[in-house]
Nanobody, 118 residues
Framework: QVQFVESGGGLVQPGGSLRLSCAASGIIFSAYAMGWYRQVPGKQRELVAGITGGGVTTYRDSVKGRFTISRDNAKNTVYLQMNSLKPEDTAIYYC????????????WGQGTQVTVSS
């Protein structure tokens, strides 16, 4: 079955950096555009960044210039490098298929908590 395992979150001060990882299994990883999403309590999950199988990337405006998405198809893993973090980046971060290209898989991982606070 499809499975996503996110890791790398934590508590960081404003201006700090984190690198998130997401290991995928149960899919032909290279065939799918992948995305990083985030969700805060009471709000809908939002797409933060996406990357196609060929490496074309897209970002929501609020993270452009600060976040970088990448992938390693040999390792079935997608990454999110987050720099210059702000308190408003605080959320649980998830990976799944980039919904720009098709419906995300029904199975979501547990996510990884990112907290930006002094």
């Amino acid at each position: 079955q499809v499975q996503f395992v996110e890791s790398g979150g934590g508590l960081v001060q404003p201006g700090g950096s984190l690198r998130l990882s997401c290991a995928a299994s149960g899919i032909i990883f290279s065939a799918y555009a992948m995305g990083w999403y985030r969700q805060v309590p009471g709000k809908q999950r939002e797409l933060v960044a996406g990357i196609t199988g060929g490496g074309v990337t897209t970002y929501r405006d609020s993270v452009k210039g600060r976040f970088t998405i990448s992938r390693d198809n040999a390792k079935n893993t997608v990454y999110l490098q987050m720099n210059s973090l702000k308190p408003e980046d605080t959320a649980i971060y998830y990976c799944n298929r980039d919904r720009t290209y098709g419906n995300p898989f029904a199975s979501w991982g547990q996510g990884t908590q990112v907290t930006v606070s002094s």
